[in-house]
Each structure stands twice: as structure tokens, then as C-alpha cells.
């Protein structure tokens, strides 16, 4: 039938055409496994939005409980039970990357737009994998607790391989430096959540069971909120954070600034007090001065009286006189 359709001496280029087509389809279009129908994507696909998630979050407790900054998980809602990890919503503007430094602003899918993706996790915490370990997140969480965190997707600071070659997949240990690299092939972070899916390198955290955040456009060092807003908050301590233990912190850092506060305070009134001070002793030495007067008055009286006296002192001494001359008459 070829041969009546085509002609013997065509079937050799048509086969080859076919070759060279299948060739740049795959160069070009598959990314990360053996096709499109086996749930594997392209170079210019992108995440899908966050805003149709209905996330289960938790209550709302001190932040450096939850492990967000705005005292609320949106994934890994239970608390008790993930006590050292946290899944947090935010905003922020363009595209980031996971691992840029944190402003110290704090912010929240309900309150302030983040500076950097890094200021969704509350103080004492950081964004899982900063460190560039995929252990960062194991001993936190189970590869199942990660699966099951809660609608949506939440994802650590590290691209799931180290090399855009993954044919074969690249060996990964716990002591492998994992990148978070912007785009490109292997470049996706390591997800936790119900929406994450699997490319086919899936060893970067649980061997042979990691997922990711697919959509090749969107690596670890670049990503926008709008796709990719969920964060994994890790806790920087190796044993559960306690609510004793930040109340504590707390109260220690309010009353550090407490006591800033009041020596400031104490200094700027002690500077205003020196000056009335100066002006109030300036007084009573003038009152001092104008009671001279009053006081030489006062000494003056005595020596008055004292010169009155003196006539009596006189008549005293005149008597004898008197006496004297009775007895001159006999």
C-alpha cells in the first residue's frame, strides 16, 4: 500500500522526515519524563494559580508557634502534630527567589505584601532548604505528612536536581548541595501538598517519592506569588517550639526595648529637669540677699536694748555716792 501511495523510492525520506521530527519534538517539548499523556510538561509551562485553592488553615496563634508570620498556616494545619514545619501564604511582588535574605517584615496572604518570600516565616524559622539539603525538610516532616499537608503548594528553597542532565536521573544523597536555579530542567522546588506533582527525578528529598511544583518556567530562584506563593516554613531548633518558651522571648525582648525605652525617656526628662533646677537654686539666693536686710534688723534690736540698759548700770553705781555723805555729816 506504501508503495502504491508513495512510491518505493520515496518511503526511505518519509520515514526519515518522520525520525527528525520525533527528534525535535522531543528536544524542544518534553522536559522531565516520556510524555505529555504520562502527566509530564514543557519548557513553556507554567504552575497553575494559587487562587483557586481553598486551603485548611489553622488557628491563629503566636507566630513563633505557627511558624508564620502572620500567625496562621495554611498548610500543615495541625499544629500538634508538624509541630517543626509550616506551610505559609504570601504576596509579593515580580518574581523571587526562595533563598533571597529576608527584610524582617513581617507578612501574610492577609496582611502586608513580603519584600522577599523568606519574611513568611515568623522569627526563629526559615524557609526549608536555604541550606541547600534536602534533610532540612526529612527531619521534619515524613514524605507522607508532606503529601497530605493541605490543598495547595507549598515549597522549599531547593531546585528537586542538581543538573539539568537526567538521563539518568542523578544520584542524591543527604550530603548533596542541591541549587535553587531560576528555570530550565530539574530547576522546580520540592513541593509539599495535595496539588504537587511528580516529574521523573524524584529523589531530591524521599527517594523515588519527592515531589514538585511542575512548570519549568518557574524554578526555585524564580518565582511569583500568583503561582507559587506557598512557602515551607522550617523551625530553626531541633525540638518543638514551645508556647512557655516564646512567651518568654517575648517578654525578654519587650522588656529589653521597655528598658531602652525608659532610659531614653529618663535621660531626655533628666536633661529638662537640670534646667529648672539651675534657675530654682538662682532664687533663694536672691531671696537670700533681699533677707540681709531683715536679719542685720533683727541682730540690731538686741544692741539697742543693751545701750538702753546702760543708765540703769549707771544708777547702780551711783548709790554708794549717796550713802557716803550721811556719814561725812555726822
Known amino acids: 500500500m506504501l508503495l502504491r501511495m508513495f512510491g518505493f ?10 525520525a527528525s521530527l520525533a527528534a525535535l519534538l522531543v528536544q ?6 516520556s510524555g505529555p499523556y504520562q502527566g509530564d510538561y514543557y519548557d513553556g509551562d507554567r504552575p497553575g494559580s494559587v487562587k483557586n485553592f481553598k486551603f485548611v488553615e489553622s488557628e491563629k496563634v503566636d507566630p513563633k508557634i505557627a511558624g508564620c508570620a502572620d500567625g ?11 509541630p517543626r514545619v509550616a506551610g505559609c501564604m504570601g504576596k509579593w511582588k515580580e518574581s523571587k527567589s526562595l533563598r533571597e535574605e529576608p527584610t524582617g517584615k513581617a507578612c501574610g496572604d492577609d496582611g502586608e505584601e513580603c519584600g522577599a518570600p523568606a519574611d513568611v516565616c515568623a522569627p526563629g524559622w526559615h524557609v526549608c532548604g536555604a541550606d541547600g539539603k534536602g534533610e532540612d525538610l526529612k527531619t521534619r516532616a515524613t514524605q507522607k505528612e508532606c503529601d497530605a499537608a493541605g490543598p495547595g503548594r507549598f515549597n522549599a528553597a531547593i531546585s528537586h536536581s542538581p543538573t539539568d542532565e537526567i538521563d539518568p536521573c542523578p544520584r542524591i544523597t543527604k550530603n548533596t ?11 522546580e522546588p520540592v513541593c509539599c501538598g495535595n496539588d504537587c506533582l511528580s516529574g521523573k527525578c524524584k529523589d531530591a528529598v524521599w527517594k523515588g517519592k519527592t515531589r514538585i511544583s511542575r512548570g519549568t518556567t518557574e524554578g526555585c530562584g524564580a518565582m511569583t506569588s500568583d503561582r507559587n506563593g506557598g512557602i515551607l516554613c522550617c523551625y530553626d531548633g531541633e525540638d518543638a517550639p514551645s508556647a512557655a518558651a516564646a512567651g518568654e522571648e517575648a517578654k525578654a525582648e519587650g522588656g529589653e ?10 535621660k531626655a526628662e533628666g536633661g529638662d529637669a537640670e534646667k529648672p533646677a539651675e534657675a ?12 540681709k536686710p531683715a536679719e542685720d534688723k533683727a541682730e540690731a534690736k538686741p544692741a539697742e536694748d543693751k ?3 546702760k543708765p540703769a548700770e549707771d544708777k547702780a553705781e551711783a548709790k554708794p555716792d549717796a550713802k557716803a555723805d550721811p556719814k561725812k555729816a555726822g
Open 307 to 309: 545701750a538702753e540698759a
Open 9 to 18: 523510492a520515496r518511503f526511505p525520506q518519509l520515514a526519515l522526515a518522520t
Open 177 to 187: 548541595d542541591l541549587p535553587c536555579v531560576q528555570a530550565g530542567i530539574g530547576a
Open 72 to 82: 496562621q498556616r495554611e498548610g500543615f494545619a495541625d499544629i500538634e502534630k508538624n
Open 280 to 291: 530654682g537654686e538662682a532664687k533663694p539666693a536672691e531671696d537670700k540677699a533681699e533677707a
Open 28 to 33: 524542544s517539548g518534553c522536559t522531565c519524563g
Open 257 to 266: 526595648e521597655a528598658k531602652a525605652e525608659g532610659g531614653e525617656e529618663a
